[in-house]
């Protein structure tokens, strides 16, 4: 089975966001960028399923500008076979991505494709769904668990209230929840092997998808200040005080 | 060595080092760093990983298990991890040490050191030169190799400064094995060896640690009629001074690399708390006063990173790079103090405060204007050697 595995480079999660000075959104300039850790995971996990001989080629996609192929090199170090690079200057919103995968997914027919369940940047959650919905394939979301049998999958999620397991049948999309493994780091001598790994440059215009954003973002704020907290003498105060001032409870 | 054409390149810089490395190192966050100060303990987990993932063995020729980098990739790689607010000096050695092996060594001993270097199952991080009555005029070292009838050697003196010797399984060692008087010159009758640290250690060797202002593992180390295999003898008797000249650029573009990183730290630490930390209604980056200082510190170590990049240029092209490595240790050097004294100040009274990791990276930070060579043996190195002034020395 071949598996393809979608990653998206974004800000390093150890950064501290700073919102631009304009509020169009976040300063991405001269900052730490790294392979969203989602995403990783996602690698990771098709990684073990080729070591365990569920699957036998693994291939990262990537969307977005050249430096994306800095975050394919990474998915190649960590045990990729090879990657496809869908070259692009513009802003991708979900349904872009999702457009965008489904032409390599048609091209590659993989077993499974494998992506994080979100990206820790504008935090969508929607490309591995709306994916799924445009390949008419099974999805499953949010992965703590993945079994292969017979032509199918159990996949174990994470939802309200406890664990759920679906079986779904192959191929499908299923998307990364943060406990389903912990990533490897990439090897010296596996940086070396990925920088001879292929990496296929499509254009995105080339795709034939409208990749046009859907959405307009009008304003990115920081969060407010943390205010300073107040102490109650008991809980009749404390009642009082929601009801009062907070207006929380009726 | 042949002669090939030494370059920068200013857009690679082996940028796919950089991104792994510094996601390993994010798993070692300031409070592993921070606790590893206060009990005064090795940061083996740390280092393990490292290993793990072959940074350590970048230099190593492929044959013997190692990547084949040359030292702009071993710089990339120090740097990255000082940048990311860990700390090399824990294991750099084992980056470089090997050196001195791999171009002097016998085949036997190549065969049978390397690869175990390369896997980390065995780690040469421990070198012994400096002496309590010798530091810098190295070639007035006392602790003495006497060849033996059955070819062994028979080791006696002291060596301090020793860093690493307890988590390290081999040790490389200068000693006399002429004594100064029956030689030509100075520099003539010393030799290197590389000791097996688990057989020396209580049959004629005590390692002693030095509690310092860092937690940086050094040691003295008592030699007491150890007995040494005449097989640990690397190249010939008498020859060790050169030897060991050889390996210290590799060393000084290392450490200078790791100066770089320990700059970006530094300044993107006090950058971000100027920008954020609001006194008078306003971030006190904007006041030139606290600004200045940190584009200046900026400026610097971006000056120093070109002169560490042409020291590693013409290194990895085989060309001599005297001048140039020792050039690139003092002005990193230089530059991370500078980063790390105007980081201190930015903070004001949380600088000195551990959480915030300054007061520790700052302690941290001077060691490299005294160690491995202290500024002023690189200045009087330019002046006599490369200036052609009055010797002091």
Same mark, same amino acid.
């Given at each position: 089975?071949?598996?393809?595995?979608?990653?998206?480079?974004?800000?390093?999660?150890?950064?501290?966001?700073?919102?631009?000075?304009?509020?169009?959104?976040?300063?991405?300039?001269?900052?730490?960028?790294?392979?969203?850790?989602?995403?990783?995971?996602?690698?990771?996990?098709?990684?073990?399923?080729?070591?365990?001989?569920?699957?036998?080629?693994?291939?990262?996609?990537?969307?977005?500008?050249?430096?994306?192929?800095?975050?394919?090199?990474?998915?190649?170090?960590?045990?990729?076979?090879?990657?496809?690079?869908?070259?692009?200057?513009?802003?991708?919103?979900?349904?872009?991505?999702?457009?965008?995968?489904?032409?390599?997914?048609?091209?590659?027919?993989?077993?499974?494709?494998?992506?994080?369940?979100?990206?820790?940047?504008?935090?969508?959650?929607?490309?591995?769904?709306?994916?799924?919905?445009?390949?008419?394939?099974?999805?499953?979301?949010?992965?703590?668990?993945?079994?292969?049998?017979?032509?199918?999958?159990?996949?174990?999620?994470?939802?309200?209230?406890?664990?759920?397991?679906?079986?779904?049948?192959?191929?499908?999309?299923?998307?990364?929840?943060?406990?389903?493994?912990?990533?490897?780091?990439?090897?010296?001598?596996?940086?070396?092997?990925?920088?001879?790994?292929?990496?296929?440059?499509?254009?995105?215009?080339?795709?034939?998808?409208?990749?046009?954003?859907?959405?307009?973002?009008?304003?990115?704020?920081?969060?407010?200040?943390?205010?300073?907290?107040?102490?109650?003498?008991?809980?009749?105060?404390?009642?009082?005080?929601?009801?009062?001032?907070?207006?929380?409870?009726? | 060595?042949?002669?090939?054409?030494?370059?920068?390149?200013?857009?690679?810089?082996?940028?796919?080092?950089?991104?792994?490395?510094?996601?390993?190192?994010?798993?070692?966050?300031?409070?592993?760093?921070?606790?590893?100060?206060?009990?005064?303990?090795?940061?083996?987990?740390?280092?393990?990983?490292?290993?793990?993932?072959?940074?350590?063995?970048?230099?190593?020729?492929?044959?013997?298990?190692?990547?084949?980098?040359?030292?702009?990739?071993?710089?990339?790689?120090?740097?990255?991890?000082?940048?990311?607010?860990?700390?090399?000096?824990?294991?750099?050695?084992?980056?470089?040490?090997?050196?001195?092996?791999?171009?002097?060594?016998?085949?036997?001993?190549?065969?049978?050191?390397?690869?175990?270097?390369?896997?980390?199952?065995?780690?040469?991080?421990?070198?012994?030169?400096?002496?309590?009555?010798?530091?810098?005029?190295?070639?007035?070292?006392?602790?003495?190799? &006497? +060849?033996?009838?059955? =070819?062994?050697?028979?080791?006696?003196? @002291?060596? %301090?400064?020793?860093?690493? /010797? #307890?988590?390290?399984?081999?040790?490389?060692?200068?000693?006399?094995?002429?004594?100064?008087?029956?030689?030509?010159?100075?520099?003539?009758?010393?030799?290197?060896?590389?000791?097996?640290?688990?057989?020396?250690?209580?049959?004629?060797?005590?390692?002693?640690?030095?509690?310092?202002?860092?937690?940086?593992?050094?040691?003295?180390?008592?030699?007491?009629?150890?007995?040494?295999?005449?097989?640990?003898?690397?190249?010939?008797?008498?020859?060790?001074?050169?030897?060991?000249?050889?390996?210290?650029?590799?060393?000084?573009?290392?450490?200078?690399?790791?100066?770089?990183?320990?700059?970006?730290?530094?300044?993107?630490?006090?950058?971000?708390?100027?920008? &954020? +930390?609001?006194?008078? =209604?306003?971030?006190?980056?904007?006041? @030139?006063? %606290?600004?200045?200082?940190? /584009? #200046?510190?900026?400026?610097?170590?971006?000056?120093?990173?070109?002169?560490?990049?042409?020291?590693?240029?013409?290194?990895?092209?085989?060309?001599?790079?005297?001048?140039?490595?020792?050039?690139?240790?003092?002005?990193?050097?230089?530059?991370?103090?500078?980063?790390?004294?105007?980081?201190?100040?930015?903070?004001?009274?949380?600088?000195?405060?551990?959480?915030?990791?300054?007061?520790?990276?700052?302690?941290?930070?001077?060691?490299?204007?005294?160690?491995?060579?202290?500024?002023?043996?690189?200045?009087?190195?330019?002046?006599?050697?490369?200036?052609?002034?009055?010797?002091?020395?």
């Amino acid at each position: 089975m071949k598996v393809l595995v979608a990653v998206k480079r974004t800000i390093d999660p150890n950064v501290k966001v700073r919102v631009k000075s304009d509020q169009t959104g976040v300063e991405t300039a001269n900052v730490k960028m790294a392979m969203n850790p989602f995403c990783e995971i996602a690698v990771e996990e098709a990684v073990r399923m080729k070591e365990a001989g569920s699957a036998n080629e693994v291939v990262a996609v990537s969307a977005g500008a050249d430096k994306a192929q800095e975050t394919l090199r990474t998915a190649l170090a960590m045990g990729a076979d090879r990657a496809v690079h869908i070259v692009t200057e513009a802003e991708l919103q979900p349904l872009a991505v999702a457009r965008l995968l489904k032409v390599i997914a048609d091209e590659e027919q993989p077993g499974l494709v494998i992506m994080g369940k979100q990206a820790i940047d504008d935090d969508s959650n929607q490309t591995g769904q709306m994916l799924a919905a445009l390949l008419g394939w099974p999805q499953a979301t949010f992965a703590s668990e993945i079994e292969f049998k017979d032509g199918t999958a159990d996949v174990t999620r994470e939802i309200d209230g406890g664990l759920e397991t679906l079986n779904v049948n192959l191929p499908a999309v299923v998307t990364t929840d943060l406990r389903l493994n912990e990533p490897r780091y990439a090897s010296l001598p596996n940086i070396m092997k990925a920088k001879k790994k292929p990496i296929d440059r499509r254009e995105a215009d080339a795709l034939g998808v409208d990749i046009s954003p859907r959405l307009a973002i009008h304003k990115v704020e920081e969060p407010p200040k943390r205010e300073a907290g107040i102490k109650v003498a008991d809980v009749a105060e404390l009642v009082a005080k929601l009801r009062d001032d907070a207006k929380v409870i009726g | 060595m042949s002669e090939q054409r030494a370059f920068i390149d200013l857009d690679d810089d082996h940028r796919e080092l950089r991104e792994p490395v510094s996601a390993l190192c994010a798993r070692y966050p300031g409070e592993y760093w921070r606790e590893k100060d206060r009990e005064r303990a090795y940061p083996e987990e740390f280092v393990q990983a490292l290993t793990d993932a072959g940074f350590l063995a970048a230099l190593i020729p492929e044959r013997y298990g190692g990547s084949g980098l040359g030292i702009g990739a071993g710089a990339a790689i120090l740097e990255e991890i000082h940048a990311s607010g860990c700390n090399g000096g824990a294991c750099h050695a084992q980056m470089y040490t090997m050196g001195t092996v791999l171009r002097h060594g016998s085949d036997q001993q190549k065969e049978t050191y390397l690869p175990q270097i390369a896997s980390g199952a065995r780690r040469l991080q421990a070198f012994g030169v400096t002496e309590p009555t010798t530091g810098s005029d190295t070639t007035q070292l006392r602790t003495t190799a &006497e +060849r033996r009838p059955d =070819g062994d050697y028979t080791v006696n003196g @002291q060596k %301090v400064w020793i860093s690493r /010797a #307890e988590h390290s399984d081999l040790l490389l060692l200068l000693a006399r094995t002429t004594p100064a008087a029956e030689t030509k010159k100075r520099t003539e009758g010393l030799s290197v060896f590389l000791v097996e640290l688990e057989r020396a250690v209580g049959n004629g060797l005590e390692i002693r640690p030095i509690r310092t202002m860092i937690n940086h593992a050094t040691t003295e180390l008592f030699f007491d009629d150890l007995v040494i295999p005449g097989s640990s003898l690397i190249g010939e008797e008498g020859r060790g001074f050169r030897y060991i000249l050889d390996g210290m650029n590799a060393e000084r573009i290392l450490i200078a690399a790791e100066c770089i990183g320990d700059s970006r730290w530094f300044i993107e630490k006090a950058s971000a708390y100027a920008t &954020e +930390r609001q006194v008078f =209604g306003r971030p006190i980056g904007a006041n @030139q006063g %606290v600004q200045f200082p940190i /584009a #200046e510190a900026y400026a610097q170590m971006e000056a120093a990173r070109l002169m560490v990049q042409k020291a590693a240029a013409l290194f990895d092209a085989g060309r001599p790079c005297g001048p140039e490595a020792n050039m690139a240790k003092l002005l990193a050097a230089e530059a991370s103090w500078k980063a790390a004294d105007t980081c201190l100040q930015t903070h004001g009274g949380f600088g000195f405060a551990e959480e915030y990791d300054v007061e520790r990276k700052f302690r941290e930070a001077r060691l490299y204007r005294v160690a491995p060579i202290s500024t002023n043996l690189v200045l009087a190195y330019l002046g006599q050697h490369v200036l052609g002034m009055p010797r002091s020395y």
